[in-house]
Nanobody, 122 residues
Framework: QVQLVESGGGLVQPGESLRLSCAAS????????MGWYRQPPGKQRELVAT???????NYADSVKGRFTISRDNAQHTVSLQMNSLKPEDTAVYYC????????????????WGQGTQVTVSS
């Protein structure tokens, strides 16, 4: 059973920083891409940032220059450093990862964490 668990959400004021972490556990062969998505109140889930197992990153335009995604392949973790937070960053943040479960099959399966609330308000 593969599992992703997020941590690090909370309430901060505009301009402050927050770091989210997500740890993968369970039985799998490897992890391909990992990423962070968010769902603002009343809106659909949207991409925040992704990172390949080789370290290539991709960001939504709204967070470029403020957020940084990173991963530790040995620890099976992905993190999101969020700086200069704005009220519009308020959302439930979800991590996801594409797992290769077996060494003999290249098929990947995407799993999601349970989400962590980030609220930016004065």
């Amino acid at each position: 059973q593969v599992q992703l668990v997020e941590s690090g959400g909370g309430l901060v004021q505009p301009g402050e920083s927050l770091r989210l972490s997500c740890a993968a556990s369970g039985s799998f062969f490897s992890i391909n891409a990992m990423g962070w998505y968010r769902q603002p109140p009343g809106k659909q889930r949207e991409l925040v940032a992704t990172i390949t197992n080789g370290g290539q990153t991709n960001y939504a335009d709204s967070v470029k220059g403020r957020f940084t995604i990173s991963r530790d392949n040995a620890q099976h973790t992905v993190s999101l450093q969020m700086n200069s937070l704005k009220p519009e960053d308020t959302a439930v943040y979800y991590c996801n990862a594409d797992f290769q479960i077996h060494s003999w099959s290249s098929t990947s399966f995407r799993y999601w964490g349970q989400g962590t609330q980030v609220t930016v308000s004065s």
